[in-house]
């Protein structure tokens, strides 16, 4: 009982520092539009279509509007699922004059024989072909009722397909990555890691993922396909201290989503 409202005071003091400090003040955003914002994802998350968590969406809008105006670039969405995660992105896009590149297959995973097993907890994950699908009308209509559609582009078909001919010369300021499969990830890595801008987060939502955390560690494969250090990761086996833990730790504060930062 007593974990549980630390907890919930954690999360009240973070919300409050999200509206009261000076986040977004780069783009004149006020006081009660970051208030605004938090009702609107809150409300947002409720949606059983959803999934990730209220807490870890504040923090990435938090992070967005962190980012310098002046910085040229945008944001990069991989795995949209229903599209409630991507319109409480494109709230923050919108506010923050950025474009929010969302790629999808729109028809869930492909067919895999990728297991994932759980660092904490053992738990393995077997994932089938057409888990997680939001068809693209469908992720539309759910971002143009719960966000701001006007600011996203939809980049459609897998990870593999879509990023070899995506144009080299766009520059992300935040990715939020949740593709599931290591071998997604990979991919994702491979071909955006180049386009993130030096200074800038890379979220990935499997920080609970044995076989995702192994890549972020893995000297060979970063040398051989990007020809420098692996970043390592923060958050890796319970994620970032945003919401109750969800596995067999109760008593603990943690999350799915983690972040790798690209350094110069």
Known sequence: MIFNMISKLNKFFYLLNFIFNKVGEDYSISLITKAYIVLKIYK??????????FMENIFLAKRIM???????????EFGSYKGISSANLSLVCKLTN??????????????TQEIVSGIADGKIIGYEKHDYMGQLDEVEQNITKLGKVEVCEFISGYFDE???????????????????????????????WPLLHDGCYYFYHEARDREVVKIFFDDDWWEK?????????VGSGIGLPLDKNLGPFDELAGSYIGYALKKS
Do not use: H, Q, W
Not at 66 to 76: K, R
């Open 162 to 192: 879509s990023l070899p001919i995506f144009p080299k010369g766009e520059k992300f300021l935040l990715i939020f990555e949740d593709a599931d499969l290591p071998s997604s990830v990979r991919t994702v890595i491979k071909y955006c």
């Open 98 to 111: 950025r474009k929010l590149f969302i790629f999808d297959s729109f028809s869930g995973l492909p067919e």
């Open 44 to 53: 947002n998350c409720k949606d059983p279509r959803i999934a990730s968590s």
């Open 225 to 233: 396909t990007l020809k420098c250090k692996p970043p390592g990761m």
């Open 66 to 76: 962190s980012i310098p105006a002046d910085l040229p670039g945008n944001i990069a």
